[in-house]
């Protein structure tokens, strides 16, 4: 009996990937790759606003000055072009998805993927 329940909890968490676009399963691959850096990049920004607001210039400075640094390695720059490619594919031109199950799984990860990195 937990044999099967445990089967089944498999199925559905795998069931909506399994049913993206395979636009959808790339664009969901790269935000995982990048996980750990937007995670880092929203630890910056609440630490850049925060020496802007106790007007600590030299932090913010170093703090931006990491920030950039970021986005300039060459692998994160690479993944970051590539979900800007995919974006379309994924959206209409009216922002309306193209596959709606694709929207779905994508919105879901970015969720989960915001509340690991508190």
Avoid: N, W
């Amino acid at each position: 009996m937990k044999l099967r329940c445990a089967a089944l909890a498999f199925l559905l968490a795998v069931a909506p990937a399994a049913a993206m676009t395979p636009e959808g399963r790339e664009f969901l691959d790269i935000l995982k790759q990048l996980e750990p850096v937007h995670c880092e990049k929203r630890k910056l920004r609440r630490e850049i606003a925060l020496a802007e607001a106790e007007k600590r210039s030299g932090d913010a400075k170093e703090l931006r000055a990491q920030f950039t640094k970021l986005d300039a390695e060459p692998k994160t720059a690479k993944l970051e072009k590539r979900l800007t490619q995919l974006e379309p594919r994924i959206s209409s031109s009216q922002g309306v998805p193209r596959d709606p199950e694709d929207l779905e799984v994508i919105s879901k990860q970015r969720r989960d993927a915001f509340y690991r990195c508190e």
